[in-house]
């Protein structure tokens, strides 16, 4: 193994160990359960890792990611055959000093307008509110302007 191998992979470490939770999250969300969810992480890196030589940077390692595990969702999906309603992790919601009456009030009215989305759109508000990513980077990863 040559220097610049050794640096391949130790960058790829790097990125496994940065990514992980966040295309972990995704899987959850797409999948609603963590054996699924778990999977489509493993699938994710595994591909990335056979590709990584490949990555050229013109994005950031994340954007890439995050665009190999929707395609890695989607084809289990369409395997599938079906599409599962995405739910919401408890540690998103907000904390305020609402009864939790009214908090469930809301997360239930929250769940069912985001599950009245498309799930293009469902995707695109996980990415933007939940994971974080920039409109750029969104944009990137679905393939739209």
Same mark, same amino acid.
């Given at each position: 193994?040559?220097?610049?191998?050794?640096?391949?992979?130790?960058?790829?470490? %790097? $990125?496994? #160990? !940065?990514?992980?939770?966040?295309? =972990? @999250?995704?899987g959850l969300?797409?999948?609603?359960? &963590?054996? %699924? $969810?778990? #999977? !489509?992480?493993?699938?994710?890196? =595994? @591909?990335?890792?056979?590709?990584?030589?490949?990555? &050229?940077?013109?994005?950031?390692?994340?954007?890439?990611?995050?665009?190999?595990?929707?395609?890695?969702?989607?084809?289990?999906?369409?395997?599938?055959?079906?599409?599962?309603?995405?739910?919401?992790?408890?540690?998103?919601?907000?904390?305020?000093?609402?009864?939790?009456?009214?908090?469930?009030?809301?997360?239930?009215?929250?769940?069912?307008a985001?599950?009245?989305?498309?799930?293009?759109?469902?995707?695109?508000?996980?990415?933007?509110?939940?994971?974080?990513?920039?409109h750029?980077?969104?944009?990137?990863?679905?393939?739209?302007?």
């Amino acid at each position: 193994m040559n220097a610049n191998e050794r640096t391949n992979d130790e960058t790829f470490s %790097d $990125a496994l #160990e !940065a990514h992980w939770k966040s295309i =972990f @999250q995704l899987g959850l969300r797409m999948f609603g359960n &963590e054996a %699924d $969810a778990e #999977e !489509a992480a493993q699938q994710t890196f =595994f @591909q990335a890792y056979q590709k990584w030589d490949q990555f &050229e940077g013109r994005s950031q390692d994340k954007t890439w990611l995050f665009r190999i595990a929707l395609n890695v969702c989607r084809k289990q999906l369409q395997d599938r055959g079906r599409f599962r309603t995405v739910t919401l992790d408890s540690d998103h919601h907000p904390t305020s000093p609402m009864s939790k009456m009214e908090t469930n009030e809301l997360s239930e009215t929250v769940k069912s307008a985001f599950g009245q989305l498309a799930s293009k759109h469902q995707l695109i508000l996980t990415l933007f509110c939940i994971d974080g990513l920039q409109h750029a980077e969104i944009s990137e990863i679905l393939g739209v302007p």
